[in-house]
């Protein structure tokens, strides 16, 4: 969400993007939403079952556009899973799931249609294509995302972006546990073999322990960040906000104040300011 990544290319998005998953990309371009939300679909190439990964707004033209996806590899949706709850992955949810006869699994209840949940360390199997579940809260509480080992890659929602760095939504979002959900993600890249990042918004990257070492980077820089302004005198997290983010697009300061929050409120409880 703010700055972009040193080198980046103007990468596509959409299309086949490993052996098992293709991107369909949701006409919903925004500053938050940088092209659009990310809509996956995997399978194993030999298999005529397929999964859907957060089919996004609700846009019907873009919903048929997965279901036609699918159909053009021989393929039928048998189950959709949402990465977390926000409207621009999950709005289109409970339509897809009835243009598909598929069920709806979301670690958060709300979010789920039929009597499957979801939650990290579960292990599914569709069609022979195996897909690991790991919690990961910190944008959210219901964060989660999904490791495909065959593929060495991982569906990390909003934890980690194509482009830029992504926000943690206070108070829901925690940055004690988008720190830790981070470290998971660098400890699969690192000694998992995970490779590349499939995000819920931006280009797929080639280099998950470089995109997540960038991330980590980030998030302490702007946290030195906030603790100076506060102790410069800034005392609300709209003063913080002007300060810290003056590098970023003013239609960002919203979700920048959401993460500022979360910024302030880790500090005291770690007794920082
Ligand atoms: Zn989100």
């Known amino acids: 969400m703010t700055s972009l990544l040193p080198g980046d290319p103007a990468d596509t998005v959409g299309g086949v993007a490993t052996p098992r998953a293709l991107c369909v990309l949701a006409p919903n371009p925004s500053p938050m939403t940088l092209d659009g939300t990310n809509t996956w679909l995997l399978s194993e190439p030999d298999s005529d079952l397929a999964v859907v990964i957060d089919p996004g707004p609700l846009d019907e033209g873009h919903l048929r556009r997965v279901v036609q996806a699918a159909e053009q590899q021989g393929k039928r949706v048998a189950l959709t899973l949402l990465t977390h ?39 599914i199997e569709v069609g022979g294509l195996e897909i690991r579940v790991i919690g990961t809260p910190g944008h959210t509480a219901d964060s989660l995302t999904f490791h495909l080992p065959a593929d060495g890659a991982v569906l990390t929602g909003d934890t980690v972006l194509g482009r830029g760095t992504t926000m943690v939504a206070h108070p829901d979002g925690r940055l004690g546990d988008y720190l830790d959900s981070l470290r998971r993600l660098h400890t699969m890249a690192s000694d998992h073999g995970v490779r590349t990042v499939l995000p819920g918004h931006g280009p797929v990257l080639a280099d998950a322990l470089g995109a997540v070492d960038y991330y980590l980077a980030h998030r302490a820089s702007r946290l030195a960040q906030v603790e100076t302004a506060v102790e410069a005198g800034c005392r609300t997290a709209e003063q913080v906000v002007a300060r810290v983010y003056a590098d970023v697009d003013r ?18 409880d770690h007794g920082l300011i």
Request: glycine fraction near 12%.
């Open 251 to 268: 239609s960002l300061w919203p979700a920048a104040e959401l993460s500022v929050r979360a910024q302030l409120s880790y500090l005291e």
């Open 85 to 123: 709850g926000h409207h621009d992955h999950a709005e289109g949810a409970a339509r897809f799931a009835e243009l598909t006869g598929t069920r709806v699994r979301a670690l958060d209840p709300a979010h789920r249609l039929g009597d499957e949940g979801l939650h990290g360390g579960q292990r």
